[in-house]
């Protein structure tokens, strides 16, 4: 497991547990039909809360072990990836999310067997992600 001091470092890493556009498409219906399941849960019928998590992590979790093949990001950070997944939400309705995926630091989550690595963000500051092994 990885430890992440915010949410700008967790985004990159979710960023690349996303990087199929199936995958990304499946979290969009799945994101989607939580809200529509919450939704009609409050506007008519509170036992159909029930579906809210059965439907956006179903759809995911799919996504994530059938598309992506890898494990999903909310078996070790729930809420961040929660957070993230409504980020790329937003970006996915606003048609910003093909920009950034393509974000040049995003490659280096393709680099392996590091006990660390060392990126800068837009804010300029150098961040470092410790791998626990």
């Known amino acids: 497991m990885m430890?992440?001091?915010s949410t700008d470092e967790?985004?990159?890493?979710y960023m690349s547990q996303h990087s199929k556009p199936a995958t990304r498409r499946w979290h969009f219906a799945g994101t989607f039909s939580s809200i529509l399941c919450l939704i009609y849960a409050v506007l008519f019928n509170w036992w159909?809360?029930?579906?809210?998590?059965?439907?956006?992590?179903?759809l995911a979790w799919y996504s994530?072990?059938?598309?992506?093949?890898?494990?999903?990001?909310?078996?070790?950070?729930?809420?961040?990836?929660?957070?993230?997944d409504f980020k790329m939400f937003v970006f996915m309705i606003s048609g910003q999310m093909d920009r950034e995926i393509k974000r040049p630091d995003l490659k280096i989550f393709e680099i392996l067997n590091f006990d660390s690595i060392?990126?800068?963000?837009?804010?300029?500051?150098?961040?470092?992600i410790e791998f626990c092994t």
């Open 64 to 84: 994530h072990f059938y598309v992506e093949q890898n494990i999903p990001a909310t078996f070790g950070h729930p809420i961040w990836s929660l957070l993230c």
């Open 48 to 58: 159909f809360l029930f579906f809210v998590p059965l439907s956006g992590y179903g």
């Open 10 to 13: 967790f985004w990159l890493f």
């Open 118 to 128: 060392i990126f800068t963000l837009d804010d300029q500051k150098s961040h470092k």
């Open 3 to 5: 430890n992440f001091r």
